[in-house]
């Protein structure tokens, strides 16, 4: 089915989890829009507002005073109904209905999933926008939230090791990450963690024992471990089981950040990422570009199609595993 015409009314949407930075890009869409003479309709609550017609007129003062807030202003959904034929026909009539000739959709995996299936079915011109605290995408080295994530967690991270220093203690730090290490890798680097588990690689006990075991050795007066959620160890909590059980009696705090690494305020480098984005999306569009996702390489804006997009995982090979091996413990 076919949408054809000028471009001159898009609508723009928030799915899947929410991530620091997505007012930010929001703001950036409406704004650039705007500016190009544009009718902007805000999607509320992601593909479910798609679905249901939930549309709402946007313009620059719309967007005013929310560049520095977490959340979305549009809110979000991750949507069960848009994975069904039905939901996506449905959600096809509301765009034409509402006379919208392209969508901008800022979302994560999931929702680039939904997209690829919608653009094959309909052609309505789609711009992606990479947007995930796990980093997790293709296409794109950096998405919108991983910046604030990671300082959120390297934050939390300092704080521990204040009272593991001060009270000799072992600290198992667990990050978010259901298939991704991206956060752990990063904030265990950044908080001169002695161990960092991730998804993307084997667990090896052992190995995790031995680390711990020439801490102390070293008269270290700390260790902390952090753990990604989807870690195969199976979390924090299984992690500090392991330990206890090979140093009975020894004190072994668990930390688990789960969603204060979702929300917050974005960092400068999250702000500045989404109003690339934002604006880039816009600038596509109206340059002709249909159905990829805008993404940053070796500092670079560049262009995915939707149907290469897929899940990135964090390689931990060659330099990058030596440096991490030389690094901890
Ligand atoms: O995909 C981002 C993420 O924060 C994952 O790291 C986490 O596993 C998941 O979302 C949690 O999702 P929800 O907020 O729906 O429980």
């Known amino acids: 089915m076919k949408k054809t015409g000028k471009l001159k009314k898009i609508a723009v949407l ?8 997505l007012n930010a890009c929001i703001r950036a869409v409406v704004r650039t829009a705007v500016f190009n003479g544009l009718t902007v309709m805000g999607v509320r609550k992601g593909f479910e507002g798609l679905i249901a017609g939930d549309f709402v007129s946007m313009n620059a003062s719309s967007v005013s005073g929310i560049i520095h807030s977490g959340g979305t ?19 096809f009539e509301q765009i034409t209905k509402a006379n919208i000739d392209a969508v901008i959709l800022i979302g994560g995996d999931g929702s680039f999933e939904g997209a690829k299936t919608f653009t094959k079915e309909y052609e309505i011109p789609f711009i992606g926008i990479p947007k995930t605290i796990d980093n997790d995408i293709s296409g794109t080295d950096i998405c919108i939230g991983y910046d604030t994530a990671l300082n ?17 203690r072992i600290f198992i730090v667990e990050v978010m990450g259901r298939d991704s290490g991206y956060i752990a890798y990063g904030a265990g680097l950044a908080g001169g963690a002695e161990a960092i588990l991730i998804p993307e690689t084997k667990a090896d006990a052992e190995n995790l024992l031995q680390v711990l075991k020439k801490g102390w050795k070293r008269d270290k007066s700390s260790l902390i471990v952090v753990v990604a959620e989807g870690d195969e160890s199976g979390g924090a909590g299984k992690v500090a089981e392991l330990i206890e059980k090979h140093n009975p ?4 705090g668990i930390c688990i950040l789960g969603h204060t690494q979702r929300g917050g305020s974005p960092t400068a480098a999250d702000r500045i990422l989404a109003s690339k984005f934002g604006y880039g999306a816009v600038e596509a569009l109206l340059s002709g570009k249909r159905n990829s996702m805008i993404g940053i390489k070796k500092n670079e804006i560049c262009f995915t199609p939707l149907a290469k997009v897929k899940k990135q995982h964090l390689a931990v090979t060659g330099n990058l595993l030596k440096m991490i091996t030389t690094l901890t413990g």
């Open 73 to 91: 202003l549009l809110q979000s959904s991750r949507s069960e109904r848009f994975k069904t034929k039905a939901g996506r026909k449905k959600a």
């Open 249 to 252: 009696g020894q004190y072994i």
């Open 14 to 21: 928030t799915s899947g989890g929410d991530a620091p930075g």
């Open 152 to 168: 959120t967690a390297m934050q939390a991270i300092d704080k521990i090791r204040d009272t593991a220093q001060s009270h000799e």
